[in-house]
């Protein structure tokens, strides 16, 4: 994370190790066959008394079935059933004034060993030993509250049961969980696990009892009449407020006050993951001198704190202009370590929270406006390189955005040929990519499921990765290490297709051509109706931008202009690109000093040299309507 001196803001940067070379469009090592993990649910399911319904919409709600290869997620949690080992903990509360128990310091791991008796290396990392284990916790969980236990017993006499395996802090999370749950039974569920294990589980329409959340020994929580955080009410957020207030030498932190949409309207979410646990994210985000953000998602259950109104701007994304016009969401994890991964509770309520978000303030919801900070460009030439790369490669941007409501177009109903626009959309699970120095610089980051597709100079496997001029100014070609984003083309990014050679398509990427496999037996790239932007006839070339800013004659007296100035990238002649929005403003907020009052501050300057934000390589970008011809895809 980066300080915001007084414009920029950043957070979650990570230096660019050295470069290694060497992909593989592969699958996972072989290994020895899986156990039968719907046999597991099953036999577990009889053996401690659960509905093996309950069972596996509890599992799904934790995992999706996975196993993960035995690595534990960002809070400590294992396999199917996510048994968390994390230790006694105790931090500070948020006013720091005294020890406070945290969800972390509850040991499922621990129960499930001592309710089952199996070792809890095997509870880690069999997958059998841990659905048992999560039957067992389950079980206990049901007696405990003086409720029939019994393989045969309606699942509708389940609720505080699941609700108090959330590992919620207050009943509001714990109901939030249990009601997600009975959702996922409800509408049912089949997938195939990233071991290869086909799982289903048939819908199943039930009532449960939501009056057994009385019984559990947990505060009520945050409650919707009492809350000003702008939430949805089933979440169960809380206000932690960032500060706004001034720290010396003209100085002051850590956000801008604001009134948008009227200063700015809101045009993005930006997915931030934390690069730190979530207790100190929240301190740092009480620091004035430091930078800020609307929300921290916790991982081990989802739990949300907002910090910045929406109104007001956030200092989080590294580019101004993105600042003005966006939301920033921090989640509990690490883009670089590709040994844990991020949990089923954090994905599915900040999807809620987006959908929430994206219809309070007329966000599109699509990938082109809830995007990664790794799609935020750099603001001038100099910047690029120090641009960030959060959530990273591990984020499931397929899943999510099923849960978010607004699924990654995958449709084979257009032919994919030259002109086309198609969205990259290569699965998850079974799309494992060599990544390298996810842990140690120059080591292969241990195999799993990632969101991107490598793009070549040419239709070889054996040829060089594409170059970003941004990330390698000296001219050399992309390499495979987890931070290099500048040959990736990420699950939901739009391109429009320049050649296609047999499985091999190229799309224009970074003003040149990049080569991905996509045959279509198993395709990679579907293509979809859409807009594109052309260079007008008669310009060689055409210059992209990293924010809108006025033209110098919009500025007023007083405001100083700030300098139009094009990225080190350009379009071609011939090449085209995706239109994300034609409706941005063009505009800049001007806000530099403590609680300024217009016309000197505070005052959204508008101009009237009307941009274009586009799909531009791994990132997106802005180009001028006066130099571009705007056309439907052929």
Request: proline share 8%; glycine share 10%; with cysteine.
């Given at each position: 994370?980066?300080r915001?001196?007084?414009?920029?803001?950043?957070l979650?940067?990570?230096?660019?190790?050295?470069?290694?070379?060497?992909?593989?469009?592969?699958?996972?090592?072989?290994?020895?066959?899986?156990?039968?993990?719907?046999s597991?649910?099953?036999?577990?399911?009889?053996?401690?008394?659960?509905?093996?319904?309950?069972?596996?919409?509890?599992?799904?709600?934790?995992?999706?079935w996975?196993?993960?290869?035995?690595?534990?997620?960002?809070?400590?949690?294992?396999?199917?059933?996510?048994?968390?080992?994390?230790?006694?903990?105790?931090?500070?509360?948020?006013?720091?004034?005294?020890?406070?128990?945290?969800?972390?310091?509850?040991?499922?791991?621990?129960?499930?060993?001592?309710l089952t008796?199996?070792?809890q290396?095997?509870?880690?990392?069999?997958?059998?030993?841990?659905?048992?284990g999560?039957?067992?916790?389950?079980?206990?969980?049901?007696?405990?509250?003086?409720?029939?236990?019994?393989?045969?017993?309606?699942?509708a006499?389940?609720?505080?049961?699941?609700?108090?395996?959330?590992?919620?802090?207050?009943?509001?999370?714990?109901?939030?969980?249990?009601?997600?749950?009975?959702?996922?039974?409800?509408?049912?569920?089949?997938?195939?696990?990233?071991?290869?294990?086909q799982?289903?589980?048939?819908?199943?329409?039930v009532?449960?009892?939501?009056?057994?959340?009385?019984?559990?020994?947990?505060?009520?929580?945050v409650?919707?009449?009492?809350?000003?955080?702008?939430?949805?009410?089933?979440l169960?957020?809380?206000?932690?407020?960032?500060?706004?207030?001034?720290?010396?030498?003209?100085?002051?932190?850590?956000?801008?006050?604001?009134?948008?949409?009227?200063?700015?309207?809101?045009?993005?979410?930006?997915?931030?993951?934390?690069?730190?646990?979530?207790?100190?994210?929240?301190?740092?985000?009480?620091?004035?001198t430091?930078?800020?953000?609307?929300?921290?998602?916790?991982?081990?259950?989802?739990?949300?704190?907002?910090?910045?109104?929406?109104?007001?701007?956030?200092?989080?994304?590294?580019?101004?202009?993105?600042?003005?016009?966006?939301i920033?969401?921090?989640?509990?994890?690490?883009?670089?370590?590709g040994?844990?991964?991020?949990?089923?509770?954090?994905?599915?309520?900040?999807?809620?929270?987006?959908?929430?978000?994206?219809?309070?303030?007329?966000?599109p919801?699509?990938?082109?406006?809830?995007?990664?900070?790794?799609?935020v460009?750099?603001?001038?030439?100099?910047?690029?390189?120090?641009?960030?790369?959060?959530?990273?490669?591990?984020?499931?941007?397929?899943?999510y955005?099923?849960?978010?409501?607004?699924?990654?177009?995958?449709?084979?109903?257009?032919?994919?040929?030259?002109?086309?626009?198609?969205?990259?959309?290569?699965?998850f699970?079974?799309?494992?990519?060599?990544?390298?120095?996810?842990?140690?610089?120059g080591?292969?980051?241990?195999?799993?499921?990632?969101?991107?597709?490598?793009?070549?100079?040419?239709?070889?496997?054996n040829?060089?990765?594409?170059?970003?001029?941004?990330?390698?100014?000296?001219?050399?070609?992309?390499?495979t290490?987890?931070?290099?984003?500048?040959?990736?083309?990420?699950?939901?990014?739009?391109?429009?297709?320049?050649?296609?050679?047999?499985?091999?398509?190229?799309?224009?990427?970074?003003?040149?051509?990049?080569?991905?496999?996509?045959p279509?037996?198993?395709?990679?790239?579907?293509?979809?109706?859409?807009?594109?932007?052309?260079?007008?006839?008669?310009?060689t070339?055409?210059?992209?931008?990293?924010?809108?800013?006025?033209?110098?004659?919009?500025?007023?007296?007083?405001?100083?202009?700030?300098?139009?100035?094009?990225?080190?990238?350009?379009?071609?002649?011939?090449?085209?690109?995706?239109?994300?929005?034609?409706?941005?403003?063009?505009?800049?907020?001007?806000?530099?000093?403590?609680?300024?009052?217009?016309?000197?501050?505070?005052?959204?300057?508008?101009?009237?040299?009307?941009?274009?934000?586009?799909?531009?390589?791994?990132?997106?970008?802005?180009?001028?309507?006066?130099?571009?011809?705007v056309?439907?895809?052929?």
């Amino acid at each position: 994370m980066l300080r915001r001196p007084k414009i920029l803001a950043a957070l979650a940067a990570v230096a660019l190790p050295a470069a290694l070379v060497g992909v593989s469009l592969g699958g996972p090592p072989a290994e020895a066959a899986p156990p039968d993990a719907a046999s597991a649910f099953s036999q577990a399911a009889a053996k401690y008394g659960v509905p093996e319904s309950v069972l596996l919409a509890v599992s799904y709600a934790e995992s999706r079935w996975d196993d993960h290869a035995g690595a534990p997620s960002t809070t400590g949690g294992y396999g199917p059933m996510h048994l968390t080992d994390l230790g006694d903990s105790e931090v500070e509360d948020l006013s720091g004034k005294q020890k406070v128990a945290t969800a972390e310091s509850l040991q499922t791991l621990d129960k499930a060993a001592d309710l089952t008796g199996l070792d809890q290396s095997a509870l880690r990392t069999d997958v059998t030993a841990n659905i048992s284990g999560g039957a067992a916790v389950l079980a206990s969980y049901q007696k405990s509250l003086g409720l029939p236990v019994g393989a045969n017993t309606s699942p509708a006499e389940w609720y505080g049961a699941v609700a108090s395996y959330a590992e919620a802090p207050d009943k509001v999370g714990a109901g939030g969980f249990a009601d997600d749950v009975y959702s996922i039974l409800a509408k049912g569920a089949a997938r195939t696990t990233n071991t290869g294990q086909q799982i289903v589980m048939p819908a199943l329409a039930v009532t449960p009892d939501k009056s057994q959340l009385s019984k559990l020994s947990l505060p009520a929580g945050v409650q919707p009449s009492t809350s000003d955080v702008e939430c949805p009410p089933s979440l169960g957020c809380e206000w932690l407020p960032a500060p706004y207030s001034e720290f010396g030498d003209g100085d002051y932190g850590n956000h801008d006050l604001a009134n948008r949409p009227k200063t700015g309207k809101i045009d993005y979410i930006v997915i931030h993951d934390t690069e730190g646990t979530w207790q100190g994210v929240l301190n740092l985000v009480q620091d004035p001198t430091y930078v800020s953000w609307q929300y921290t998602m916790r991982s081990s259950d989802g739990h949300v704190w907002q910090h910045v109104k929406a109104k007001d701007v956030a200092w989080h994304a590294g580019n101004w202009y993105v600042n003005m016009h966006s939301i920033g969401i921090e989640h509990e994890g690490f883009a670089p370590q590709g040994a844990t991964w991020f949990t089923e509770s954090l994905y599915r309520n900040s999807a809620k929270l987006v959908r929430y978000l994206a219809v309070k303030n007329n966000i599109p919801l699509d990938r082109a406006h809830i995007i990664g900070h790794d799609q935020v460009p750099g603001t001038i030439p100099s910047t690029v390189r120090g641009m960030h790369w959060d959530p990273g490669p591990y984020w499931d941007w397929e899943h999510y955005m099923d849960l978010v409501g607004a699924p990654i177009w995958g449709k084979s109903v257009l032919p994919v040929h030259t002109g086309s626009i198609v969205s990259i959309k290569p699965g998850f699970a079974g799309n494992v990519q060599v990544v390298n120095s996810c842990d140690t610089a120059g080591t292969p980051c241990k195999p799993q499921g990632t969101n991107f597709v490598y793009l070549r100079q040419a239709p070889d496997d054996n040829a060089p990765l594409v170059k970003d001029l941004g990330l390698h100014p000296d001219g050399s070609n992309g390499t495979t290490e987890v931070s290099d984003m500048g040959s990736r083309a990420a699950a939901g990014s739009e391109y429009v297709v320049a050649e296609r050679q047999g499985d091999w398509v190229a799309v224009w990427y970074l003003g040149a051509k990049g080569w991905f496999k996509s045959p279509a037996s198993a395709p990679d790239a579907f293509a979809k109706p859409g807009l594109v932007v052309k260079p007008k006839a008669g310009l060689t070339s055409v210059p992209v931008y990293g924010r809108a800013y006025p033209e110098q004659s919009a500025y007023p007296a007083g405001i100083p202009y700030q300098t139009v100035t094009p990225l080190q990238y350009s379009i071609g002649a011939g090449q085209a690109y995706p239109v994300g929005d034609l409706n941005i403003e063009t505009d800049y907020y001007r806000a530099v000093t403590f609680a300024g009052e217009p016309p000197a501050d505070h005052v959204q300057v508008l101009g009237k040299d009307k941009y274009y934000q586009i799909w531009f390589g791994h990132r997106m970008a802005y180009v001028r309507a006066a130099d571009v011809d705007v056309r439907p895809a052929v």
